[in-house]
Nanobody, 128 residues
Framework: HVQLVESGGGLVQPGGSLRLSCSTS????????MGWFRQNPGKEREGVAA???????SFADFVKGRFTISRDNSRKTVYLRMNNLKPEDTAMYYC???????????????????????WGQGTQVTVS
């Protein structure tokens, strides 16, 4: 049973930074593709970033150059570092885990759309 717990969200001014964390348990973490999605009320959940088991990352175009994603396999934790935040980055951010190879933001989006991913409860990020 996959368990994901996000933390680190909050209120930040435009241009500011935040680091989100996703703590995982209950499964063979090292095998999983990990990623972050975000969602606003009334809108579809959109993929932000993905990181494979070796640490290779991929990003949505709208965050390239501003966000980084990393994973600490010894701690079973995934991080999303967000720099130069913009008001349009305001959303609930969700951590996700899926068995998909290769692990890229595009393949993760496909798996998510098929309903084959685990989710955390989300952490709110507000840029204002």
């Amino acid at each position: 049973h996959v368990q994901l717990v996000e933390s680190g969200g909050g209120l930040v001014q435009p241009g500011g930074s935040l680091r989100l964390s996703c703590s995982t348990s209950g499964y063979s973490y090292i095998q999983y593709c990990m990623g972050w999605f975000r969602q606003n009320p009334g809108k579809e959940r959109e993929g932000v970033a993905a990181v494979d088991t070796s640490g290779t990352a991929s990003f949505a175009d709208f965050v390239k150059g501003r966000f980084t994603i990393s994973r600490d396999n010894s701690r079973k934790t995934v991080y999303l570092r967000m720099n130069n935040l913009k008001p349009e980055d305001t959303a609930m951010y969700y951590c996700t885990a899926a068995l998909v190879h290769p692990c890229t933001i595009n393949t993760l989006r496909t798996v998510v759309a098929a309903g084959n991913a685990a989710w955390g409860q989300g952490t709110q990020v507000t840029v204002s």
